[in-house]
């Protein structure tokens, strides 16, 4: 975790170059998947890559293939299998299933299996993949599961009850007392058939250096699947450290004609592993008895996962994949020839409304229209057969209990099924958007998280936000280690957001009026970011923020002049180094003063035009511009924002999109047009802000397919445009750098700053 | 489904970082506000000629597109809210508007609306009748656009208030 060590402002240029340099790579495989062959492949990621973006490069890895016509992030997760170390088959009882399973794992626990050439665990059952009890941590009170049970009773009863999941309510842990959780249990008397096991099992590698405590992991799981089991299991208390609002949700569901009980239970937990710096952060979803899945949260890096687990780049090698867990069991591939993708798609969209009419053929009961209804219409929703289970309310005396294609009587709806699953794997179903609802409330809870990566959603807070609480956080989780000392004005300390360590910077005098500017409190940092896939990609760069000076907030925001006399935690970071302070750089850019303005020393010299029609915002974009030193032209309309980018020198254009004559959106067509035709080899092209009024997805959407890199929502938050002109800026530094250069000293001063954790620069 | 107007008149938030330009360029933000105010009213006249003359939808919907950046990057919110509502109506993206006694009664209770404020805005009142095709519209941009009016002086007052002179 020597990434974390480094103050952000170096790392910030040089993960870049880094990134630029060196390739990330790591070696994944698909679970679930039935086909014989099913290599690992080896997937590209980037250092600040949460899972989300890592699934999404999987997916683009796995360009065309079915997995990814049937999957996309929501409906995958990664992570790996690990042994229990307690086994607990003394609690299994006379299963109906033990003749088939008898002995569990044998196989999977001595080592990987490899899925080719090597014997199938017989005794895997089918539900050690997804449809194996997955917790759904669930706030909302939507709360439910579909399994499939092995079981060989032919029905089973289903008791549905609507879920109130409040956290506080006695039956949360206990699940004795399951009542208020609801599960729909589905058996299948074809089930008994132990399915292949396809899987090669990285967890004995993992195992050893990802010990999961067993506090949170081992509590004895009283149920596996297909075990009919009457005793209801009880779940340790959790003492889940950060999460103090944890859910937790137990399931338990009669297993009608056997009369045996199911009892699952989840507990969603953010374990924090002693030798973790910062803890992975994960979920445990128990598989059955002996095996159980970790599963990385979204919002988890994915470089830091590589890091725990196999060390540093290149480590791994590819017997020891993460596993990519999805909802279905399908083929990687195209197993089967003639199921080509679209007919693939044809055929998911045909099975619902066959479902629906075979099932509503079958059913006498009135209700079961309504019900099924209810079950496929999630299941549009996400384009697959995820099956989004919304609370049923069921009769336990129903004994068609299924919604879904993998009943028996369903032969003739999924005969291109049965190819991939004559081994008797059903397709599995589980409710992966409540899955997500569970991250979603992670995301809010661990605030530090939430600051450090480039997430979709960055927390937005209303300028002059300040939460006390959000101190606590800090000082609990140690990054607040200094406070801004506001009788001191000779010294600020800066810090990062990873680096607990503050720099320190001292400069003779105190910051100087020139300091003012667009600075904002650095709590404005926190200020949501619109959730949009654009901008992921966007943000994959993680370029740092500017510095704002919160002494300059002070000084000239009277509204928030107190907001510097309480100890902030700053996540500044400098893009640029901080060995700004020399005289001679004073003296080219700032032949006035002798005090150094912190902006120049952050932003990049570019030449920026502004294509905006209403004069009021020319003149603040301007202003903000002129105080910024940054050279800017302004253009009234697209036509003449063309012309003048024909004039050459622009790095960056801040282009609003509702012009008159030409709109941004043309205007920005015309110019990428322009630049594919004349490929100047030491031209870099000109990177176009889009300021879009609205909020309107389509919008940002018709700005980016026009040739826009980025995007700001009007009114332009001026902290967020210093953000952006340090980003793109930055970049086009990187990409042209040569010509960037010239007069320029700052990049390699970044290598004096780059060594020491705490700097002290004293100017001269 | 349109949101709900601020309640605030002014985001102070957004014209805080304004204001806090000054510290350069004494008098930047008061002479924003001065060029905004010329801005509005000019703009308010010209949506009135579209109003009477051509009844010109697209001119309409552009002037309330215009008039909403610049107020919505000074943080007078009520206006940008009302243009944007121009701007929609113009678009027949939108084909209400809310009453005006719905919309005061958002506001906080600290801010008095006088009858002066409301004076010479009653045109738009009228009810909203036998209008087919584009006068449906035209009328609601009426209405929005003395709700427009309205929330103009309301920031003025407010703004005058800040800086103490009468802008």
Same mark, same amino acid.
Request: aromatic content about 6%.
């Given at each position: 975790m020597k990434r974390q060590s480094i103050p952000i402002i170096n790392s910030s240029s040089k993960s870049m170059l880094l990134n630029m340099a060196t390739s990330r790579k790591i070696w994944c495989r698909i679970d679930n998947s039935s086909d014989d062959i099913n290599e690992p492949i080896l997937v590209e990621y980037d250092e600040m890559d949460t899972i989300d973006d890592f699934k999404t490069k999987i997916f683009n890895k796995l360009n065309e293939t079915r997995f990814k016509a049937e999957n996309n992030n929501a409906s995958v997760v990664i992570g790996f299998y690990q042994i229990r170390n307690n086994n607990n088959n003394g609690e299994r009882t006379n299963s109906t299933i033990t003749e088939t399973n008898s002995n569990p794992f044998t196989k999977f626990t001595s080592g990987r299996s490899n899925s080719r050439g090597l014997p199938k665990v017989e005794s895997f059952p089918n539900n050690a993949q997804l449809d194996s009890p997955v917790f759904i941590n669930s706030r909302n009170g939507n709360n439910n599961n579909n399994n499939n049970n092995n079981s060989n009773s032919s029905r089973e009863e289903l008791n549905i009850t609507p879920v109130s999941d409040k956290p506080g309510l006695p039956n949360r842990l206990g699940s004795n007392d399951i009542s208020a959780n609801s599960s729909s249990l589905y058996d299948t008397s074809e089930d008994t058939t132990p399915q292949r096991l396809s899987t090669s099992s990285p967890k004995l590698a993992f195992s050893s250096r990802m010990s999961v405590p067993p506090k949170y992991g081992f509590h004895p799981l009283s149920s596996s699947y297909g075990n009919n089991k009457n005793s209801p299991m009880f779940l340790p208390p959790l003492t889940i450290p950060y999460n103090s609002s944890n859910t937790s949700t137990g399931i338990n569901s009669n297993s009608g004609s056997n009369g045996g009980k199911l009892s699952l239970s989840h507990s969603p937990s953010y374990i924090i592993h002693p030798s973790l710096r910062k803890p992975l952060n994960y979920t445990?979803?128990?598989?059955?008895?002996?095996?159980?899945?970790?599963?990385?949260?979204?919002?988890?890096?994915?470089?830091?996962?590589?890091?725990?687990?196999?060390?540093?780049?290149?480590?791994?090698?590819?017997?020891?994949?993460?596993?990519?867990?999805?909802?279905?069991?399908?083929?990687?591939?195209?197993?089967?020839?003639?199921?080509?993708?679209?007919?693939?798609?044809?055929?998911?969209?045909?099975?619902?409304?066959?479902?629906?009419?075979?099932?509503?053929?079958?059913?006498?009961?009135?209700?079961?229209?309504?019900?099924?209804?209810?079950?496929?219409?999630?299941?549009?929703?996400?384009?697959?057969?995820?099956?989004?289970? &919304?609370?049923?309310?069921?009769?336990?005396?129903?004994?068609?209990?299924?919604?879904?294609?993998?009943?028996?009587?369903?032969?003739? &709806?999924?005969?291109?099924?049965?190819?991939?699953?004559?081994?008797?794997?059903?397709?599995?179903?589980?409710?992966?958007?409540?899955?997500?609802?569970?991250?979603?409330?992670?995301?809010?809870?661990?605030?530090?998280?939430?600051?450090?990566?480039?997430?979709?959603?960055?927390?937005?807070?209303?300028?002059?936000?300040?939460?006390?609480?959000?101190?606590?956080?800090?000082?609990?989780?140690?990054?607040?280690?200094?406070?801004?000392?506001?009788?001191?004005?000779?010294?600020?300390?800066?810090?990062?957001?990873?680096?607990?360590?503050?720099?320190?910077?001292?400069?003779?005098?105190?910051?100087?009026?020139?300091?003012?500017?667009?600075?904002?409190?650095?709590?404005?940092?926190?200020?949501?970011?619109?959730?949009?896939?654009?901008?992921?990609?966007?943000?994959?760069?993680?370029?740092?923020?500017?510095?704002?000076?919160?002494?300059?907030?002070?000084?000239?925001?009277?509204?928030?002049?107190?907001?510097?006399? &309480?100890?902030?935690?700053?996540?500044?970071?400098?893009?640029?180094?901080?060995?700004?302070?020399?005289?001679?750089?004073?003296?080219?850019?700032?032949?006035?003063?002798?005090?150094?303005?912190?902006?120049?020393?952050?932003?990049?010299?570019?030449?920026?035009?502004?294509?905006?029609?209403?004069?009021?915002?020319?003149?603040?974009?301007?202003?903000?511009?002129?105080?910024?030193?940054?050279?800017?032209?302004?253009?009234?309309?697209?036509?003449?924002?063309?012309?003048?980018?024909?004039?050459?020198?622009?790095?960056?254009?801040?282009?609003?999109?509702?012009?008159?004559?030409?709109?941004?959106?043309?205007?920005?067509?015309?110019?990428?047009?322009?630049?594919?035709?004349?490929?100047?080899?030491?031209?870099?092209?000109?990177?176009?802000?889009?300021?879009?009024?609205?909020?309107?997805?389509?919008?940002?959407?018709?700005?980016?397919?026009?040739?826009?890199?980025?995007?700001?929502?009007?009114?332009?938050?001026?902290?967020?445009?210093?953000?952006?002109?340090t980003e793109w800026g930055c970049m086009q530094a990187l990409i042209d750098f040569d010509s960037w250069k010239q007069g320029q000293s700052r990049m390699t001063d970044n290598v004096i700053m780059k060594s020491p954790h705490k700097t002290k620069v004293k100017e001269n | 489904m349109i949101d709900t107007i601020p309640s605030e008149v002014i985001n102070w938030n957004i014209l805080n970082e304004i204001i806090s330009m000054d510290e350069d360029d004494p008098e930047f933000s008061k002479s924003l506000i001065t060029q905004y105010i010329d801005q509005a009213i000019t703009t308010f006249g010209q949506m009135d000629e579209h109003l009477v003359g051509d009844k010109d939808l697209k001119e309409l919907d552009s002037l309330g597109h215009f008039l909403k950046g610049s107020s919505a990057a000074l943080g007078l919110q009520r206006i940008a809210w009302v243009c944007e509502r121009i701007q929609n109506l113009g678009r027949k993206s939108e084909n209400v508007f809310p009453n005006r006694i719905e919309l005061l009664s958002t506001l906080p209770s600290t801010i008095g609306v006088d009858a002066g404020d409301l004076s010479e805005s009653n045109d738009g009142q009228e009810t909203v009748e036998n209008s087919n095709g584009d006068e449906l519209y035209l009328n609601l941009i009426r209405q929005a656009l003395s709700q427009a009016r309205i929330e103009f002086k309301l920031a003025r007052k407010e703004l005058s208030h800040y800086y103490k002179t009468e802008l």
């Open positions: 445990i979803q128990e598989v059955n008895d002996n095996t159980y899945r970790i599963v990385f949260d979204p919002d988890q890096l994915i470089s830091e996962i590589y890091l725990e687990l196999f060390g540093s780049l290149g480590q791994q090698s590819a017997s020891e994949p993460l596993l990519i867990f999805s909802n279905n069991d399908l083929s990687l591939g195209n197993g089967n020839f003639n199921s080509t993708i679209s007919a693939r798609n044809h055929f998911i969209t045909n099975m619902n409304s066959k479902l629906y009419k075979k099932e509503s053929s079958t059913i006498q009961l009135e209700m079961k229209e309504d019900q099924l209804f209810q079950n496929n219409t999630p299941n549009k929703l996400f384009d697959n057969n995820l099956l989004a289970p &919304v609370p049923n309310h069921v009769s336990p005396s129903n004994d068609h209990k299924r919604p879904h294609y993998a009943n028996n009587n369903d032969v003739d &709806v999924d005969d291109m099924e049965k190819g991939e699953e004559e081994d008797g794997i059903e397709s599995n179903i589980i409710n992966e958007g409540d899955e997500i609802e569970s991250d979603a409330n992670q995301l809010s809870l661990n605030e530090e998280e939430g600051e450090d990566y480039p997430k979709q959603g960055v927390l937005l807070l209303p300028k002059g936000y300040y939460n006390k609480n959000e101190e606590n956080d800090w000082a609990s989780t140690g990054n607040d280690e200094d406070t801004i000392n506001e009788d001191n004005g000779n010294e600020f300390v800066l810090f990062n957001d990873r680096d607990t360590k503050p720099v320190m910077v001292h400069t003779k005098r105190a910051l100087s009026e020139q300091e003012v500017g667009p600075s904002i409190p650095e709590t404005e940092i926190r200020k949501p970011v619109v959730n949009d896939p654009f901008r992921t990609q966007n943000m994959l760069l993680n370029i740092p923020n500017n510095n704002n000076n919160e002494n300059t907030v002070s000084g000239n925001l009277g509204k928030y002049a107190n907001i510097s006399n &309480v100890p902030t935690p700053l996540s500044t970071t400098f893009p640029m180094p901080l060995k700004m302070i020399k005289n001679e750089t004073i003296g080219v850019n700032n032949p006035d003063k002798n005090n150094v303005n912190t902006s120049e020393k952050v932003f990049p010299k570019i030449n920026v035009l502004i294509v905006e029609d209403n004069v009021i915002n020319q003149a603040i974009l301007g202003s903000f511009l002129r105080k910024h030193k940054i050279s800017y032209k302004i253009a009234k309309n697209g036509k003449e924002a063309v012309d003048k980018w024909k004039e050459g020198g622009l790095h960056l254009i801040f282009m609003d999109l509702q012009l008159p004559v030409l709109s941004g959106i043309e205007a920005a067509k015309q110019i990428r047009d322009c630049e594919k035709k004349k490929t100047k080899a030491n031209n870099a092209p000109v990177i176009i802000v889009a300021l879009t009024a609205s909020n309107s997805i389509d919008d940002k959407r018709k700005a980016l397919i026009s040739g826009c890199n980025d995007y700001l929502t009007k009114p332009v938050n001026l902290h967020w445009l210093s953000k952006k002109i | -």
